[in-house]
């Protein structure tokens, strides 16, 4: 499951998911026909408007219920939430038993990437190296709708080379919210401000989550101020390597990234 | 619709009864402001001192919650009790409010009811008005708040003296509460010592912003009031049904003296205050000052059940408020939002009224269990209601349902109530068709795939620069303060359609 927003901006994020869980030894399949969760719809309160999203999410993703595929998995603690507490509400709200029942079957084994590597593979050490200054922002729905706890925290101790440090109220929304953040923008913003302050505290040269999202909303306000932090999925630092760390796979300061090797194709 | 969850069983003139559940009227009370969130957010969050004033009294009480909370091992025991006991309360209602109204009656009180704001202020005033008084003084009380009580005695002629410090500072100052629990948490002792300078007879001129010296100004104030009022108006925490005893949880004593000192006492309740036995007062007595003001247990319990002969108040009045509570009832699910104690936690642990303040809501019922009671209560009429915004200022974060002492699921009932304010619109608005487009674009993979190749605009727009700064409205909100990096120049779907997932950047650079 890459999630729209990870499939159309934040490819990396995916293709970290994918190399990650490939090093490990396991088969990655990419289901062509996924879009989106229906997420956005859900929390800005499109509830009929989100059931075609959520009835195409569970056919495309179903197989996992008929066991042709172990797990899904997604590079996103909101997207999970979304399909785990909410795709069966909302089938059954419009009235849709059945679909609330496949959805609810696709939801048991659907997991955040966290989640999967700890809970499901047993793994907290995946072979990552990643020599950098790193604190982690534990994101809304990883936090208190999945309740990840420190599964994140595990992955990233085990990482060689990185050095963590702790995030002065870390657990403190970010501001972003979906659409929050742009129907109470100037709130959402004042949100930023004291998430940024924290992360600026750390002195720490990359800022991680599970989610894009809240990292495209911390991001875009360091890059603005040109903090010189960039942001950078979890998927990202447990894929690398060696092999992997060169300057350009470090990415850009600021949180908003170039992809030198992609522009010259 | 089903009719079958009304809350108000004993309405006896049914001459406007149409059977249905009925919202807070408008025009009536304080559940609805002026202008939307996100405009009166505006204003709030340029004020600077209100942010350093929220930020450092929601920050001490959190700490001090937490505090309290870890010391128990059966906290999530005691959430969980709480909570069967308020549904089984909503599940039976009706008969609960008919057995504390026969038990307060057997014990001497009166028991009214009143279907709205205004016919709970029309109680009110005609019970101080037979008494021939002209003031009262008033235990803080959030009904009391909700109906514009105060404003509709000084209608008749009657002066409401508020008593709880806090109430007496927003009352002097001409202000109205921010806070369910600390209704002048918005203002500093500076600001307070000035409110009491201006506002306060006989204060001494002297009076310096020590909190000590505050509290003995404002408590000879008080005492004044104390010893010469005849009636005395209140809200309650609890009301147990198989009693008919009322209660009242506090800290300073001040609402004690309300309670016992007067002859005529009234109380006005909102009808889910109610629990069914004296035992489960035990879980709400350990929940609430928990959560509320970060105490094991408060200073101030006071509990009466109707009238004792030669002891405390002569006559006692209970008016049961529905003011909008049938409504909610009358959704199974939506409900739960009538569990709430007013404890606060929600308030103070949530990030956007931690940054905003009350007043920023419109509604005496702020923060996020605000944002879904207010709209609840009232209806939502359409898009221009300014309740129609509330339930989308919040982030969704989840902290609320983490803080709440009877585990109401406040981000889903967010949700609902999104989803309640987008069905009000009488014709779709901008955001309708943009979202209806969304959802056809984003349920076929084909259609998503052709609207992925609009990205290419954006790279367009962010340039060599790499990043996009300035975006057209609504998006402008996002990027008024927040870069959006430029799209990739290949979609994660791009990508495995082209190598199958081989990761051939990092295999042709090593």
Known sequence: MATCLGDAMFPQAVKGTV????????????PEGQTCCGQMHVNTGYLREAVPLVRHHVDVFEPVAHGEWDAVVAPSGSCTGCVRHQHAMVARRAGDEALAERAEAVAGRTYELSELLVDVLGVTDVGAYYPHRV???????????????????????????????????????????????????ETSTAMLADKMRNVLGTRAEVCTAGDSSCLMHIGGGLGRLRTGVRTVHLAEILASTEASQTPAAAGSAGGVRDEPAEAQR | MSTT????PAVRDDSHDTGLPTYSPAGQGNLRGATSFPKAAHEKLLDTQLRRNLGKATGIIRGKRAGVVAELDDWEELRLAGSAIKADVMARLPELLEQLEENVTARGGHVHWARDAAEANRIVADLVRATGADEVVKVKSMATQETGLNEALAEQGIAAWETDLAELIVQLGHDAPSHILVPAIHRNRSEIREIFLREMPNVDPALADDPRELAMAARAHLRRKFLTAKVAVSGANFAVADTGTLSVVESEGNGRMCLTLPDTLITLMGVEKLVPTWSDLEVFLQLLPRSSTGERMNPYTSTWTGVT????PQEFHLVLLDNGRSAVL??????????????????????V?????????????????????????????????PNASLPYASSLCGACFDACPVRIDIPNLLVQQRAASVESHPRPTAQDLALRAAAVAMSSPGRFAAAEKGLAL?????GRKGRISSLPWPLSHWTDSRDVPAPPAETARQWWARTGGNDDEQEGRA
């Open chain 2, 309 to 312: 002969p030669g002891d405390g």
């Open chain 2, 458 to 462: 954006g790279r367009l727009v962010a």
């Open chain 1, 135 to 185: 604190t982690y922002h534990p994101t809304c729905h990883s936090l208190r709708m999945l309740r990840v706890a420190d599964k994140p925290l595990q992955l990233l101790r085990a990482v060689r080379g990185l050095e963590l440090v702790e995030l002065p109220d870390a657990e403190v929304c970010c501001g972003f919210g979906g659409t929050f953040a742009v129907k109470n923008g």
């Open chain 2, 5 to 8: 969850h009304l809350g108000m």
């Open chain 1, 19 to 30: 190399k990650l869980l490939r090093r490990l030894g396991h088969e990655v399949v990419f």
């Open chain 2, 330 to 351: 009358a959704d199974e699910d939506g409900r739960a939002a009538l569990h709430c104690i007013r404890c606060s936690a929600c308030l103070n642990v949530c990030p």
């Open chain 2, 353 to 385: 009224y931690e940054r905003v303040g009350g007043h920023a809501y419109g509604s005496v019922y702020p923060g996020p269990i605000g944002a879904v009671l207010s709209p609840m209560l009232t209806g939502i009429s359409g898009p221009d209601d």
